[in-house]
T-cell receptor, first 113, second 113 residues
Framework: AQSVTQPDIHITVSEGASLELRCNYSYGATPYLFWYVQSPGQGLQLLLKYFSGDTLVQGIKGFEAEFKRSQSSFNLRKPSVHWSDAAEYFCAVGLTGGFKTIFGAGTRLFVKA | DAGVTQSPTHLIKTRGQQVTLRCSPISGHKSVSWYQQVLGQGPQFIFQYYEKEERGRGNFPDRFSARQFPNYSSELNVNALLLGDSALYLC????????????FGSGTRLTVV
């Protein structure tokens, strides 16, 4: 069965420090991978997506993610975190055909001064 | 341009009642999906509609139904509400089902008491 695992329920990072959020997926076909961010009381905003090609993808707000097929991973990174990055981050896999996207349980990011 | 708009933003219902949630997609987007996000979890897929036809359905009981109108707006109906239906209901739109990557609305917070 298809699934997305985000091993870290929450992470605390100091402002200015680097960030890596982990994501592992289980899907038999070519995955379409996404990272979304959700601020409290808000909907989800698409940060970046991977369909094919270069395994390092750039997104908005200075985020990037790397697809590693051998590890079934799609980790999100940012070199320097800002206080405004505090939010919940969701990794997701889009199933072939486009009719369904499966989300992980999310990782809540806290940023300390 | 207006984003995905959902109404109402908050709703309180009693167990056993029925509720209708509304969604207007981004202009030009013909595909609308509904997701349920229970507190502390990632969004769970409920329905996808494209060109007024149901294209996908998640693992939800028949109490959940939806429809899409000729102007591509959509309604989600939930009958015989249970306490467990309390959640944030998210609507997402995209231009067509093969255009992966949703634009989400801010959601409707449903509380069942």
């Amino acid at each position: 069965a298809q699934s997305v695992t985000q091993p870290d329920i929450h992470i605390t990072v100091s402002e200015g420090a680097s960030l890596e959020l982990r994501c592992n997926y289980s899907y038999g076909a070519t995955p379409y991978l996404f990272w979304y961010v959700q601020s409290p009381g808000q909907g989800l905003q698409l940060l970046l997506k991977y369909f094919s090609g270069d395994t390092l993808v750039q997104g908005i707000k200075g985020f990037e993610a790397e697809f590693k097929r051998s590890q079934s991973s799609f980790n999100l990174r940012k070199p320097s975190v800002h206080w405004s990055d505090a939010a919940e981050y969701f990794c997701a896999v889009g199933l072939t055909g486009g009719f369904k996207t499966i989300f992980g349980a999310g990782t809540r990011l806290f940023v300390k001064a | 341009d207006a984003g995905v708009t959902q109404s109402p933003t908050h709703l309180i219902k009693t167990r056993g009642q029925q509720v209708t949630l509304r969604c207007s997609p981004i202009s030009g987007h013909k595909s609308v999906s509904w997701y349920q996000q229970v507190l502390g979890q990632g969004p769970q897929f409920i329905f996808q509609y494209y060109e007024k036809e149901e294209r996908g359905r998640g693992n939800f009981p028949d109490r959940f139904s939806a429809r899409q109108f000729p102007n591509y707006s959509s309604e989600l109906n939930v009958n015989a509400l249970l306490l467990g239906d309390s959640a944030l209901y998210l609507c997402a739109s995209r231009s067509d089902p093969t255009n992966y990557g949703y634009t989400f609305g801010s959601g409707t917070r449903l509380t069942v008491v």
